[in-house]
């Protein structure tokens, strides 16, 4: 291959990829009609299949389907057999279709609420023909389109391979594409489904639910720090008590509460500006001008402005941060100081109608307040994040062992304030999603451009990780605030090549028991939002960019209550410490035993929860952790059926054996094993990990290189892998004792119930 046509190839795809239909079109043409390059020819008249039947240009690409099917490969023929036929049907019903246009249409019949906080943002009127954005990825039919392309690198490789028995088709192709030829496929396709000409407003939703829950995580948030600042400051005049020629500062034995609650309340107000400062220093970030944002997506430039006229806010402040990870927060007091960060890599890998919805979302943050709350949460983790940091990168510094470890424990407790601290925000930050996402289909008309966009920041979040080989720290201290999780993009932004996003979200919608597993997640599950947006699109009458299966999964009921035997034994502790109160009041009216002197002080309900809590776990021990036999173990190939089974619980332990490479950070900001990650040949999964004391080799020894993971794959809300084993090629093994943790555990907790049970 001459060396300019690898990097034009390369070129055509990425524009092609991106929805750049034109520029893949040049790119391509001169590929495509060379006689010196089979392969990459071949390749190139595929994009144009796709290019030219995005733009319109269906005669052009029925001519080349007709060429490919006279190809030598027998699973380019199918493909091309397949196009042909889609845009044949296509081309029938294109004599009487008109291009889709991008316009908006006002509301009727809206009512604005009496009061402003329920003022209706309506969408904007429908542009004029200088307004329209000049966009070929705007330009869809609804019906069939052909299936996606085969890469490059891939299709050398399957020159000489047969073609595929039949499958199940993925929903999340238009035509029947199935799963071993979706393997194949280096660029997604999308659907490209409609957005709404007209539409009627949504029934309004209630918000007391927000309202209450934003007022909740704020006492919450003032409860940890005080609690927090209380402690720190008994430990101080403990230690200086102890310590000779020192005495303990008197003023540091006043209550905080109200001198917290004043000050909590000040920072709030001037947290625009605070965020500000600390953003810029931290993360580089500055201003984004009005004009710029309009080379990206007019759309988004028109929804701002007219959102702000109707509401009567001054447009948003603009910011934007220079990481390529996709992501965009909002933060202020007011809607007048209100903040909108984008970062440069949401820009380039959202098309100009995703970039515009993914605005709305943030504008509705700022109408439903709950910016200001979470503004405040984000002021107070971002310095404790940094301060974690530079503790991790100063005991990275220090050689002698003697030193690190303080170091290393003062790292991983500032870690855990800085957890204890975003985990008062996880309700709020799970529910206001819901209603930014409903706001943001109302401005615009178009809730498939959501669930678009929402899909390709999980790709793109996932590249990043891939990318850096390990989270970046911008990731997860502004994860809270963002709209997907870094977590959720590990597995749902790499599986997109294996299983369709149908299959994969499947556990999200159809799960009975799957709310039960976010309660420590930061966001909503992604198949609950996107099946509500297909709700949104379903009543304006609609395609969805997605379609779901409705019928809902079975799941055994003992399973369920097994998954949990540890959290039930706490109110069955309960219940026991009743019973055992109830026999000691008839044992000293009866006058036969007198243990007055026992529960007098009710203490003994502690060790009866306790008690309650270790025969739970060990109850749950045996299945949570059974036997990895090797003719039973499961490899690579089968990680996407693992992730596609609906009614799957992270009880239903599956022994796994998965060769990849161990991602995640290095050093003493990893030493708890938070961001430990396997990248497979299906996509990335989360490890959890156990450090045990005496290992001659640590976790993080590991970090980039080939390993093999046994252990238990668990399906959750974030699907991962609980580690039995990490072995390298050369031989060096990592246990990790899950097992062994979860038995002491119970037995720890058992024995400490039982002497608050006996003492008192």
Same mark, same amino acid.
């Given at each position: 291959m001459p060396s300019h046509a690898k990097p034009s190839l390369e070129a055509g795809l990425v524009a092609l990829k991106q929805g750049n239909y034109q520029t893949a079109i040049a790119q391509l043409e001169p590929i495509a009609s060379s006689q010196n390059n089979g392969t990459a020819s071949l390749q190139a008249k595929v994009g144009l299949v796709m290019a030219y039947a995005r733009t319109g240009e269906v005669a052009n690409a029925i001519a080349i389907s007709q060429n490919l099917i006279e190809s030598n490969n027998p699973q380019v023929q199918e493909w091309a057999t397949r196009a042909l036929e889609h845009l044949t049907k296509r081309k029938k019903s294109d004599r009487e279709s008109k291009k889709v246009e991008t316009g908006f249409i006002p509301f009727e019949n809206s009512t604005p609420d009496s009061t402003p906080d329920s003022t209706p943002i309506t969408p904007p009127e429908t542009p004029t023909s200088e307004e329209k954005p000049n966009d070929d990825r705007v330009i869809e039919t609804k019906s069939d389109?052909?299936?996606?392309?085969?890469?490059?690198?891939?299709?050398?490789?399957?020159l000489a391979t047969p073609p595929p028995p039949p499958a199940t088709p993925l929903s999340g192709f238009m035509g029947s594409v199935t799963r071993t030829q979706a393997k194949l496929f280096g660029v997604i396709y999308w659907r490209q489904a409609q957005r709404a000409r007209a539409w009627q407003p949504l029934r309004k939703p209630k918000l007391i639910p927000l309202r209450l829950l934003s007022a909740g995580t704020f006492i919450a948030l003032f409860w940890v720090i005080r609690e927090i600042l209380k402690l720190a400051l008994g430990f101080i005049n403990q230690t200086l008590v102890k310590l000779p020629y020192l005495e303990p500062i008197q003023v540091l034995y006043h209550d905080p509460t109200q001198l917290l609650l004043i000050a909590l309340v000040i920072l709030m107000g001037v947290s625009p500006w605070l965020v500000d400062l600390l953003l810029a220093n931290l993360y580089g970030q500055r201003e984004f001008p009005k004009d710029v944002l309009n080379t990206h997506s007019r759309e988004a430039v028109r929804?701002?402005?007219?959102? %702000?006229?109707? &509401?009567?806010w001054p447009l948003p402040k603009l910011r934007i941060l220079p990481t390529a990870a996709p992501i965009i927060l909002t933060y202020g007091s007011l809607p007048r100081n209100a903040r909108?960060?984008?970062?440069?890599?949401?820009?380039?890998q959202l098309a100009d109608d995703e970039i515009a919805i993914i605005y709305a979302t943030q504008l509705g943050h700022i109408a439903h307040w709950d910016f200001a709350v979470m503004s405040l949460l984000l002021l107070v983790t971002l310095p404790t994040y940094k301060l974690y940091q530079q503790v991790s990168e100063l005991g990275d510094k220090i050689s002698a062992k003697i030193w690190r470890w303080p170091v290393t424990i003062l790292a991983s407790l500032i870690y855990g304030i800085w957890c204890l601290l975003t985990g008062t925000a996880l309700w709020l %930050?799970?529910? &206001?999603?819901y209603y930014s996402d409903r706001v943001a289909a109302e401005i615009t008309g178009n809730p498939n451009a959501l669930i678009r966009a929402l899909l390709k920041i999980a790709i793109g979040i996932a590249a990043d990780i891939q990318k850096q080989e390990q989270t970046s720290w911008q990731l997860e201290s502004l994860n809270l605030l963002t709209p997907v999780s870094y977590q959720q993009s590990l597995s749902l932004g790499t599986i997109a090549s294996n299983l369709s996003f149908e299959s994969f979200l499947k556990w999200d919608t159809a799960n009975p028991y799957r709310r039960w597993f976010t309660i420590n997640n930061s966001h909503p599950l992604m198949g609950d939002r996107i099946e509500r947006l297909c709700q949104i699109a379903r009543h304006w009458h609609l395609d969805t960019e997605l379609h779901f299966d409705s019928v809902p999964s079975k799941v055994k009921r003992q399973s369920f209550l097994l998954q949990v035997a540890p959290w039930l034994g706490i109110p069955l502790g309960v219940l026991f410490a009743a019973f055992v109160w109830l026999t000691w009041q008839l044992a000293f009216t009866l006058k036969f035993l007198n243990l007055k002197w026992i529960y007098e002080d009710w203490s003994f309900i502690t060790g009866c929860l306790l008690i309650g809590f270790s025969i739970g776990t060990v109850m749950r021990i045996n299945s949570f952790f059974p036997d990895i036999k090797p003719a039973t173990v499961q490899t690579d190939d089968s990680l996407p059926n693992l992730l596609a089974d609906p009614s799957a619980l992270p009880i239903d332990s599956v022994s796994v054996r998965l060769v990849g490479k161990l991602l995640g950070r290095q050093g003493t900001s990893n030493t708890l094993a938070q961001d430990l990650i396997l990248q497979s040949s299906a996509g990335l999964v989360k490890l959890h990990h156990i450090s045990w004391l005496g290992q001659s080799v640590n976790h993080q020894d590991l970090i980039g290189r080939q390993i093999i993971v046994t252990g238990w794959f668990r399906r959750g809300a974030t699907p991962w892998i609980d580690i039995q084993t990490l072995e390298t090629q050369s031989g060096k093994t990592i246990h990790s004792p899950h097992p062994i943790w979860s038995t002491f555990l119970a037995v720890a907790a058992q024995a400490w119930g039982a002497y608050v049970f006996l003492t008192g």
């Open positions: 389109d052909i299936p996606p392309m085969v890469p490059l690198a891939r299709l050398k490789a399957t929804v701002l402005q007219r959102c %702000s006229q109707q &509401r009567h909108i960060v984008v970062s440069q890599g949401l820009l380039e %930050s799970r529910l &206001r999603l």
